[in-house]
């Protein structure tokens, strides 16, 4: 069946460590969102990135449709990158976003 | 200032009591969403609306309502056929739905079962 699925699960990092967040998916997407979502819970939307690469600051995504992935990248981490990153994809002929379990990130001073 | 606003930030329930949540969005986004978040967990589709007056179950409507009289606002009804609702409800809005679409998502409402 159609899945999303991240790693690692839950990260640590000191401040300053750069970092590499992964999401597989099983088949080919139309749609690919990464988020952060912060310790209250608001979820802010980071990229859209079905295919190709894109940097916003300190952070980067890249996707690789032809071999269903994407990588999202945290340079020089710091506390307030701490939180939950999910993956969205959506898949063709559906509807709907389909989110990963989320990769849970804490950086710590 | 442009963005989704939920209402209110925390909600308890009695057994056997319905409550609605409120979402309200001032960008002028076609397509609204209500998410479930349970501790842990990553986001589910409760429903979704692409247009006012239509409406589409998720993969877990059971137990909840909606309703889309106006584009700016999609409330919520969780009844009290939902058992389980404790969680963390997030709604969101998006341009069209569609291949290009991206979501944007309100604060959230924390649900508690007295």
């Known amino acids: 069946g159609i899945q999303v699925e991240q790693s690692p699960p839950d990260l640590i990092l000191q401040e300053g460590a750069n970092s590499t967040l992964r999401c597989n998916f099983s088949?080919?997407?139309?749609?690919l969102q990464w988020f952060h979502q912060n310790p209250w819970g608001q979820l802010i939307n980071l990229f859209y990135i079905p295919s190709g690469t894109k940097q916003n600051g300190r952070l980067s995504a890249t996707t690789v449709a032809t071999e269903r992935y994407s990588l999202l990248y945290i340079s020089s981490s710091q506390t307030t990158d701490s939180g939950v990153y999910f993956c969205?994809?959506?898949?063709?002929?559906?509807?709907?976003?389909?989110f990963g379990a989320g990769t849970r990130l804490a950086v710590h001073p | 200032d442009g963005g989704i606003t939920q209402s209110p930030k925390y909600l308890f329930r009695k057994e056997g009591q319905n409550v609605t949540l409120s979402c309200e969005q001032n960008l002028n986004h076609d397509a609204m969403y209500w998410y479930r978040q349970d501790p842990g967990q990553g986001l589910r589709l409760i429903y979704y609306?692409?247009?006012?007056?239509?409406?589409q179950k998720g993969d877990i409507a059971e137990g909840y309502s909606v309703s889309r009289e106006k584009k700016e606002s999609f409330p919520l009804t969780v009844t009290s056929a939902q058992k389980n609702p404790t969680a963390f409800y997030l709604c969101a809005s998006s341009t069209p739905a569609g291949a290009g679409e991206t979501q944007y998502f309100g604060p959230g409402t924390r649900l508690l079962v007295l």
């Open positions: 088949d080919s997407v139309n749609n």
């Open positions: 969205a994809v959506r898949f063709g002929g559906y509807n709907k976003l389909i």
């Open positions: 609306s692409q247009i006012v007056n239509d409406f």
